[in-house]
């Protein structure tokens, strides 16, 4: 199954959500990711916090909400709200994405290892194409 399709698979409204993480370099064909990380709006993020499938803890010292290989968020830290991700998303097949450079800088904010692999990733698929 395609990580679009285990997005929509969710039911979820794709027009109050943006995946972020590594779900686009899945998608670009770079690397596989095994969860789905997505930020939402506020009531969508409401709306899932009452449902038993998803539990809320904090991750991050941010709010989050988890179910099976899914984590929700409401911002994804400080200028990474739902609504400045999806005015700069890129859509594909009807799922929003963090766009590239928004995703190359907040890895590199984190600058772990993992991240900074994914940069190279990233830097050199858009070089490409």
């Not at 803890?57 to 989050?64: A, F, L, Y």
């Not at 409401?74 to 963090?98: C, H, M, P, R």
Request: net charge negative.
């Amino acid at each position: 199954m395609t990580f679009i399709q285990r997005v929509k698979d969710l039911g979820l409204p794709l027009d109050q959500l943006v995946v972020i993480g590594s779900g686009l370099l899945d998608v670009y064909g770079l690397r596989s990711a095994d969860d789905i990380d997505l930020v939402v709006s506020e009531s969508l993020y409401d709306s899932l916090k009452i449902r038993r499938d998803y539990q809320e803890s904090t991750k991050h010292d941010e709010r989050c909400l988890t179910a099976d290989k899914v984590e929700v968020w409401q911002t994804w830290g400080a200028g990474y709200e739902f609504k400045v991700l999806l005015s700069n998303a890129v859509t594909i097949d009807g799922v929003s994405f963090i766009s590239p450079d928004l995703l190359i800088v907040k890895k590199r904010e984190l600058g772990r290892d993992k991240d900074l692999n994914d940069i190279k990733l990233l830097e050199q698929y858009l070089h490409d194409h």
